[in-house]
């Protein structure tokens, strides 16, 4: 059972403009525990920083301050070189996050044998078949083909098999279908949720599809401008939100059961009469 | 677990590597022909000739049974020096190539891929390095060297040097732009060593372009090599192309018209260079696909006029009548089949599709903005025009076409974003729509109806003098937008007009195109993958699967009563946000 605490995060970006010099907060004290069979979502706008918490949390950037803890079983946090082996990250673009000169076999044999998980060919081979399967992909099939002649579900399958391979418990998973087409979004996103159900993975879910979130997280954070404005369980952030941004974000979101819902009413206005501090008009 | 055994899963020989050969054309075949054919004379040649240093007694003779190639002043055989200064040549050019593209590929991947103070220290030095003037720069060093030291080695040293800044730079950027992929990232997460990660996840990509340059690099040095021995700086004891020059040139071969001894070396490094050259064009191709000749179908077919176009409805503005687009190439791929739709005045007709299905072809084919390949197959496009009557658009001539797009039908295109010029202001860009079509227009008169749109799509009209990056997405947008209403055209075309905006400002520019059509008065095709997004906004829907409409009726109808089993799959992709869960799975445990 291993548990990922964010603890007081907060990463600056240095702008370099001409001779001046500013700094912009991109995540401004974030805090938020995953558990094990749980998946909490952080929702947000371009911008809002949601990103650039994945990727701390996935090691690819240093927080400014703060601090990500990996803590195993007994509560002892995980040393550094294990981090890996349980933290693993699927991106947003599968037909970016695969490496076109490489086979779909080499893209999961890989992490398998970085992380010491098989030691033979053999063995490496029938673990890369067991995770094709594992995601519903025909292993015989698809193992030797590459990253082009699959499709983008296909793909983001894979990138999902690929981020299982080290045994990760804990997945970051940034807007892993945002960029499939939508009748194969639902595929995904179940296949995600039966692994975690399965594997009892920790999973953060980063959108800005607060109807996916809703349905797909057990606790929502909702972002805005690096700082989580609203917190809570899913469907009582998304259909009773209190936060004005929430309401706002709620209110432009396209619902097909509100067909016929008037286009008089500024969202933008909605939320300032609820006595809302002022946001930029973009 | 499974039934496959892993023998079945072996790797095969890896079909990566047949990925990045050169498609077969006539521009490498010729190529390899060449350099094939001028490599295997100096390797082989040598051992068909005799000695190319023995001296005769018959001076300068020419071409004749005894001599192929004729001799040198001093009885030399022609044929047998070039074929000992080919190989010479093509030593020193291998010799370049292999360490020019090394010292490259070490400054501009490492460093780029490094970052930092590593990178920058890096790319300081291979831009001086570039600046350093590489000829003079050679002349000076092989002339410090002693003549009796300045063997091969010395020279091909000397050229890699001055020769690598430039391919270093082109790898630096492009090992920039392979860093930030995920890919590259996703080996980072996974904990990829860093020589690992250049090694096996940037390198292979960068393969082609290394290719490239290490071509390049070989005919430079060949050039540079021939340069300088025809100064009489090259190498001392070997024989090179370039040596052959510069003792012709001493022994007046031109002044006595003696060509035999100075054409041949000549051509053999002007056909080398010409091969070399050809193969990179092909090479070229495999880094970017769009160079590639596009193989033209002869005698396209174009619609005559005389093709009768059904007469629409009364009510309808635009109709589309069986249209088919096919894209001709290879294996000919019918993007849009046999299309029907009408849509009416002032209404928004809302076109649903995924990627690929055909949608923006369908909207270029109404523009007749399709290019090659891409040709219309069958059916007619005719738009109502409230004064002229109907217009068949795929008859009108260019001139005529010109006059009817925008003025009577716009575009708001995809990502449209990016579709505003960063080099001029807003007003430049809206005037110029202003001065093409309305030429009578005076300044003052562009300048008010400019400033007036941008009111009307609610951006403050002092923004003309804005440049396009300093207005956030959702106020280019909003621009775009005014642009295609300039000339107050009948029909907008939409294609994606709000993907790729956040969802608060998606709202806001929905908004803006409602309350616009109901002050205006014009119609919309809108397209989008968004269905949500088109059963509150528009009038009727249709909904497009692999170039072909299956569902077309009213927003209500094709939400409610769905017939095609795609729409109902569709539908189904969207979970509602207040509503049931519908196909979803929750993961967790309770909420």
């Known amino acids: 059972m291993t548990t990922l605490e964010v603890a007081d995060l907060v990463k600056d970006f240095r702008i370099r403009g001409g001779l001046r010099r500013s700094r912009l907060r991109a995540v401004d004290n974030v805090s938020f525990t995953l558990t094990p069979g749980r998946t909490v979502a952080l929702v947000g706008e371009s911008g809002s920083g949601k990103s650039t918490i994945a990727r701390i949390i996935a090691r690819l950037e240093r927080p400014t301050s703060g601090q990500v803890i990996l803590r195993g079983s007994g509560g002892a946090a995980v040393p550094n070189r294990d981090y890996r082996h349980h933290v693993q990250m699927v991106f947003q673009d599968p037909f970016a996050s695969l490496n076109p000169f490489h086979t779909i076999a080499h893209h999961l044999a890989r992490p398998l044998r970085l992380h010491g998980r098989t030691r033979t060919r053999a063995e490496t081979w029938s673990a890369v078949v067991e995770l094709l399967e594992r995601v519903s992909l025909p292993a015989g099939d698809v193992a030797h083909r590459r990253p082009h002649e699959l499709s983008g579900g296909q793909r983001q399958r894979v990138a999902i098999a690929r981020a299982l391979a080290p045994g990760a418990t804990v997945l970051v998973a940034d807007e892993p279908v945002s960029m499939l087409d939508v009748s194969i979004r639902l595929g995904v996103l179940n296949l995600l949720a039966s692994l975690q159900r399965d594997q009892d993975l920790a999973v953060l879910y980063i959108t800005h599809d607060l109807a996916t979130a809703r349905h797909f997280a057990d606790d929502i954070l909702v972002l805005y401008r690096g700082r989580v404005v609203e917190r809570g369980p899913a469907d009582q952030v998304i259909l009773d939100p209190h936060h004005p941004y929430t309401k706002l974000l709620a209110a432009a979101s396209p619902d097909p059961a509100a067909r016929g819902r008037s286009f008089d009413i500024d969202p933008a206005e909605v939320v300032e009469a609820g006595s809302a501090p002022p946001y930029e008009h973009r | 677990m499974t039934n496959l055994s892993p023998e079945l899963l072996e790797p095969r020989p890896s079909a990566g590597w047949r990925n990045l050969a050169p498609r077969w054309s006539p521009k490498l075949a010729v190529g390899s022909a060449l350099i094939l054919t001028i490599t295997l004379f100096g390797l082989v040649g040598p051992l068909l000739v005799g000695d190319p240093d023995r001296i005769d007694n018959i001076g300068l003779t020419a071409p004749s049974g005894g001599h192929l190639l004729g001799t040198t002043q001093t009885g030399q055989d022609v044929l047998a020096q070039i074929a000992y200064a080919t190989r010479g040549s093509l030593y020193i050019g291998v010799l370049v190539g292999v360490m020019a593209t090394f010292l490259s590929a070490l400054f501009g991947i490492v460093g780029a891929y490094i970052g930092g103070v590593v990178d920058e220290a890096f790319s300081l030095f291979s831009n001086v390095m570039l600046v350093i003037p590489g000829l003079p720069l050679v002349i000076v060093i092989s002339a410090f060297v002693p003549p009796e030291q300045r063997g091969s080695w010395t020279i091909a040293l000397v050229l890699a040097i001055t020769g690598w800044a430039a391919s270093a730079r082109v790898l630096r950027a492009q090992t920039l732009s392979l860093r930030g992929r995920d890919y590259v990232l996703a080996a980072r997460v996974a904990g990829e060593r860093t020589w690992r990660v250049i090694g096996v996840e940037i390198l292979p990509n960068l393969l082609p372009l290394l290719a490239s340059q290490f071509v390049f690099a070989v005919i430079a040095a060949i050039l540079s090599e021939a340069g300088l021995s025809f100064l009489g700086l090259g190498a001392s004891s070997s024989s090179t192309l370039g040596t052959m020059l510069y003792y012709a040139q001493n022994g007046f071969a031109l002044q006595r018209g003696a060509w035999w001894w100075f054409v041949p070396p000549g051509l053999i490094i002007a056909l080398f260079g010409c091969g070399l050259a050809l193969v990179n064009f092909s090479i070229d191709e495999i880094i970017n696909p769009k160079l590639r000749d596009l193989r033209r179908r002869v005698g396209a077919v174009t619609r005559r ?287």
Request: proline share 6%; hydrophobic share 40%; with cysteine.
């Open chain 2, 305 to 591: 006029a005389t093709d009768p176009a059904p007469s629409p409805g009364d009510d309808a503005v635009l109709t589309l009548t069986g249209l088919s687009v096919t894209y001709q190439g290879e294996r000919p791929v019918r993007a849009v089949r046999e299309v029907s739709l009408t849509l009416r005045r002032g209404e928004i007709l809302g076109l649903a599709g995924e990627s690929g299905c055909g949608k923006t072809t369908l909207a270029y084919a109404v523009n007749r903005l399709y290019r090659p390949p891409a040709e219309v197959t069958a059916g007619s496009v005719t738009f109502r025009d409230r004064v002229d009557g109907d217009l068949d658009i795929l008859a009108l001539t260019p001139e005529e076409l010109r006059a009817f797009r925008w003025s009577k039908l716009s575009m708001v295109f995809q990502g449209a974003m990016n579709a505003l010029n960063p080099v001029l202001t807003i007003r430049r860009q809206l005037e110029d729509v202003l001065t093409t079509h309305r030429p009578a227009m005076s300044r003052k008169a562009r300048r008010a109806r400019c400033a007036e749109l941008l009111a009307l799509v609610g951006v403050d009209p002092r923004r003309l003098r804005s440049y396009p990056h300093e207005l956030s997405g959702g106020m280019r947008q909003r621009v775009m937008i005014a642009m295609a209403l300039l000339l107050e055209p009948q029909v907008v075309i939409m294609d994606e007009p709000t993907t790729a905006l956040d969802v608060v400002v998606q709202r806001g520019i929905l908004r803006e195109i409602m309350r616009l059509r109901g002050e205006l008065g014009f119609a919309v095709l809108f397209i989008t993958h968004d269905l949500p997004l088109l059963l509150e906004v528009a009038d009727r829907i249709a909904i497009m699967l692999d170039g072909q409409i299956v569902e077309y009726g009213s927003a209500e109808q094709v939400r409610d009563q769905p017939r095609h089993a795609y729409t109902r799959r569709l539908l189904d992709s969207f979970p509602s946000l207040t509503g049931e869960r519908g196909a979803f799975v929750r993961s967790g445990g309770a909420p």
